[in-house]
């Protein structure tokens, strides 16, 4: 069974950071990507970052680029966003996913699954 969970949310100031985790089990294979989104109040889930095992690439859009950074640790199946800069609309709750082909795009992002049940990530003014 493919599992997820994340970690590290909590409250932080605007311009602190915070970094989230998320561990991945039960996947056969080691071509996959995982990807994190998130979901604010109101609002749909969306995706914003995934990192490719399959050929390492990395993607980010517009709105956290330069500020997140995204990285993993395939041998203990670990992916962590490294959150600067955080802004009061990064507030949401955040969530990894896994595609299982390996494709990391913002193309792919309704391709990924297997939720976890998210960690909240709340930044003040």
């Known amino acids: 069974e493919i599992r997820l969970v994340e970690s590290g949310g909590g409250l932080v100031q605007a311009g602190g950071s915070l970094r989230l985790s998320c561990a991945a089990s039960g996947l056969r294979f080691d071509d996959y990507a995982i990807g994190w989104f998130r979901q604010a109040p109101g609002k749909e889930r969306e995706g914003f970052s995934c990192v490719s095992y399959r050929d390492g690439s990395t993607y980010y859009t517009d709105s956290v680029k330069g500020r997140f950074t995204i990285s993993s640790d395939k041998a203990k199946k670990m992916v962590y966003l490294r959150m600067n800069s955080l802004r009061p609309e990064d507030t949401a709750v955040y969530y990894c996913?896994?595609?299982?082909?390996?494709?990391?795009?913002?193309?792919?992002?309704?391709?990924?699954?297997?939720w976890g049940q998210g960690t909240q990530v709340t930044v003040s003014s």
């Open positions: 996913g896994v595609e299982l082909l390996g494709y990391c795009s913002s193309a792919a992002w309704s391709e990924f699954d297997y």
